[in-house]
Structures are given as structure tokens and as C-alpha cells.
């Protein structure tokens, strides 16, 4: 395994990863880049174990229902890089024993790459979502054939690709990309039906970055953001070389979306529980501002929060219900309930706005004028602050001003906004969530149930 210090070494590899448009020598001295790498540093040293056959306990898939319940507090404590890492390797072993009769070229591939992953401790992100061109439009049917990651040349030893995966998050960070067709392939498509692991540091991969990250002014006034923040990349593929050993399918149009879907079993279970987290907190900040406002006991302040506790417990009855009605692959692997799971990600997201709303309306206006904590600083302007920000019976007006901060940082600013599209868009956005929905509702029941009420069932 890898300590720390040896995973922020391995990085230094000629990776050619980009910030503002300058290419990054070394990702500890890019203020938008330190902090998270140091998170994901933190997470080796985390679990490090010097035994020379030692493997992260993390990346192993839950074998009862129990076990997938009890892996849920310690994937909210890892760190996004881990957590991807893991759900790649878990897509690849269920993705494996999905294609096992059909595809058997690929199997003894992606158990000695799980295998290795796992021995060198590296960490893997996930890369699914392609430029797509014009969306109506299938990827041999665009103007550009680029649009979605395609196979340009075959070789004897590997294949060549091209195109670009966007929106991939921590991928300046990882060591390997796992690359992967978004949708279904039909047959005319077998060049863009490829997956593969492509080294970051592959020649002919290019990794942009886009952060919330502050980069200005005092970390004090960004008391998450400064800590917690992952970019999200374009990860370009510029005809990239990839080894037959690294190639997990190649042509198989019938096989494309195996992949998605296997990581669709890992991915919503991390997803979800962040949500139920995040209704908790926006809760918790409610509360703690309207005591400190004063106003805990006015009755539309009441109303409210008693709305935003009524949607953060149906999400957390949502996961409840997921991980009641767990299901297994049948290499005995668990997972939460598709129906319950996409119906709870749907509400979260959909309702996020309704909850932010709420707390910005019981916050005050003070969420975006909030003196920074360097006026504190400040032996003139100090009195002022405490005076005025405070509102007596213990509340002072830096405790009261930070609580400011946390709610701008998490909901009004590059962060919160951050927040308000990601909680549409990643995972699938709401569409796909709908699709899930529809496919495993129960509309007979309801149909049978509605000809009863109206009297027309014999
Ligand atoms: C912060 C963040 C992190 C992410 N991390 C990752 C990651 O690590 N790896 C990864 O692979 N992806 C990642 N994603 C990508 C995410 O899965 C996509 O944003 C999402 O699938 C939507 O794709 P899109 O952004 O291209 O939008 P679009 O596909 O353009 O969708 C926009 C709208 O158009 C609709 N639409 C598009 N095409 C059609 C069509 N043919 N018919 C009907 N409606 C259509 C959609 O339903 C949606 O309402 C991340 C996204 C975000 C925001």
C-alpha cells in the first residue's frame, strides 16, 4: 500500500494536467489543486498498513445486506477519489460476470487488473459521460464522429482512441481512468462500444479542471469549500494508446451498457447517503440560525423548519426502504433497491431548491453581507462587529457571523451553487432517474387497484 507522501510522489509522472489554461507541474504548489490532494493523501495514510500483501479493506463488495448497511458511515468519510475507486472496481467484477459466457476474452483481463489496482493501491476514476455532440443525434450520426470515445485504429497489441469524457470529478488526482460507453450501442457502433483503462499520464490524454474552490480571500469565510473540494475535468483522449491487457471491450455493441448499469448498482448507494446527510445539515443550520436570530419560536419559522425535517426524514426512510429491500448480483454481492434508491435521489434533488429557499428566508440577508472574519481581525472594527452582529443571551457576533458563512458557503456561493446543479445533473440527472422509476413501479397493482375503486374489475 501507499503512504500519503508516496501517492503525492507517484503524481509526479508528466501527467499533462491543466488550471486556467497553464499546464500544472505539481498539482501540492496549485492553490485550487492542494486541498484536494492533501484529502485524498489524508485517505491513504488513513488506511496504510505496512504488510507486504496488505489491500485497502475498503475496495471489497458487501456480501449481505448487513454489511452494505454498515459500509454506509465510512463511505461518507471517504474521500471522493477512494469512493470512486471503489465503485469502478465493483462495476468491473460485476461487469465481468455479466459478460462471462458471452465475451470470455475479457474475463481473465479484468480480475488481474482488479488484482493489480488493488496490490498498488491506486486509485481510479470514473469516466462515462461523453461529449455527445447534438443529442439527438446516435454517435455514428454525428457531424463530428469524436462526439462519443471511439476507437481509431486496431493494432496487435492494443487500440488507439479518441474523443473526450466531461464532467469527470478528481480525475487530475487518479492514476488509472476507467473509460466506459455512456449508453447502448447498436450494431454499425462497435467502434465507440470500448472500455478501457487508460493511465492519466497516458501521451494523448489532456485533464482540464474546474473548481469552487476559493481561490481569493481568507479561508475563515469559506469554513467548507476551503477544506472539502474536488474539480471536475475534461479529460481528453488524443489518439491514446491502450494495451490489449487494459482494453475490457472492444466491438461488442450487444455488451456497451453492462458497464453503466453495473455501476449504477455502486454508484446511487454513495449518492443517496450524501443526500440524507446534506437535508440533516441544512436542518441543523436552520435551527442554530433562527436561535440566533431569535426567532426559534415564531411560528412560520417553526412551519418551516418542521418542512425541511419532514423532507430529510422521507429521504432517509427513502435509503431505509433501499437498503431493507437489498438485492444481490449473483456472485453474492449486495445492493440498495434500484426503485427506492432512484425515487429517493429524485426527491432529494428535486427539493433541494424548496429546502435552500427555507433557509435562506429564515437566515436574513446576512447570508450574503455578513462582515468577513478578517474584519474581526481588525482591533477598530472588532466592538462594532461583536455589537452588532451579536443579539445578546449568549449569542456573539462571531459565533453568529461564522454561522453565516457556512450557509453562504454551502448554499449561496461556488460551492452552494455547485451544489444546485450536481444534485440534478450527476448520477444520471433526472431524466434517467424517472426511466428507473417507470421501469420497476408496480402499474399493474395500481391500475388493478384503480378498476376496483371505479367499479369496472370483475
Ligand atoms: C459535478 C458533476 C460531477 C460529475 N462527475 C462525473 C464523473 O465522475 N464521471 C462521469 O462519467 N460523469 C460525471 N458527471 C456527468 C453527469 O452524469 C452528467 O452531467 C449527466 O449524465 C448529464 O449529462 P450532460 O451534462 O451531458 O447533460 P445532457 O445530456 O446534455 O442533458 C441535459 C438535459 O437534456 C436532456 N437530454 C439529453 N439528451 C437527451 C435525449 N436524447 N432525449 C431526451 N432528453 C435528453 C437530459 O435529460 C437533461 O434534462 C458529473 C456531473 C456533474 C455536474
Known sequence: MLTGQEYKDSLKDGR??????????????????????????????????????????????????????????????????????YQSLMTLLVASARMEGAAPVYIPRIHAYVEKARREDIRIVECITDAKGNRSL?????????????????????????????????????????????????????????????????????ITNTTYHPLHGDPRDYPVSSHHSIPDSMCIFDDVFVP?????????????????????????LGGVSFMVQQADELVGLASLIAEANGTARVQHVREKIDEMIIHATLLRAGLEAALANAHSTPEGYFYPDDMYTNVTKYQGATQFNTMVRHLHDIAGGAVVTAPSMADFDNPT??????????????????????????????????????????????????????????????????????????????
Open 16 to 85: 499533462k494536467v491543466y488550471f486556467q489554461g497553464r499546464l500544472v507541474e505539481d498539482l501540492g504548489a496549485e492553490p485550487g489543486l492542494a486541498a484536494p490532494l492533501e484529502a485524498i493523501a489524508s485517505g491513504y495514510d488513513k488506511y496504510y498498513s505496512s504488510a507486504p500483501d496488505a489491500v485497502n479493506p475498503v475496495v471489497s463488495a458487501p456480501r449481505s445486506a448487513a454489511e452494505l448497511r454498515d459500509r454506509i458511515p465510512e463511505l461518507m468519510e471517504l474521500d471522493l477519489c477512494l469512493n470512486v475507486t
Open 138 to 206: 446516435s454517435p455514428g450520426k454525428q457531424d463530428d464522429p469524436d462526439a462519443y470515445v471511439r476507437v481509431v485504429e486496431r493494432r496487435d497489441d492494443g487500440v488507439v482512441i479518441r474523443g473526450a469524457k466531461l464532467h469527470i470529478s478528481a480525475a487530475a488526482f487518479a492514476h488509472d481512468m476507467m473509460v466506459m460507453p455512456t449508453k447502448t450501442m447498436k450494431p454499425g457502433e462497435e467502434d465507440y462500444a470500448i472500455a478501457c483503462a487508460v493511465p492519466v499520464n497516458a501521451p494523448g490524454v489532456h
Open 244 to 268: 490489449n491487457e487494459r482494453v475490457f471491450l472492444d466491438g461488442e455493441t450487444e455488451h456497451a451498457a453492462v458497464f453503466a448499469h453495473s455501476l449504477g448498482l455502486w454508484e446511487r
Open 381 to 458: 472594527l472588532r466592538p462594532f462587529l461583536d455589537k452588532y452582529m451579536g443579539t445578546g443571551a449568549g449569542i456573539d457576533g462571531e459565533y453568529r457571523t461564522k454561522l453565516f458563512h457556512a450557509i453562504r458557503d454551502t448554499t449561496a456561493d461556488a460551492y452552494g451553487g455547485w451544489h444546485l446543479v450536481t444534485n440534478v445533473q450527476a448520477g444520471g440527472g433526472l431524466y434517467a432517474q424517472r426511466l428507473v422509476t417507470r421501469k420497476n413501479y408496480d402499474m399493474d397493482r395500481a391500475r388493478a387497484l384503480a378498476l376496483k375503486a371505479a367499479g369496472l374489475s370483475s
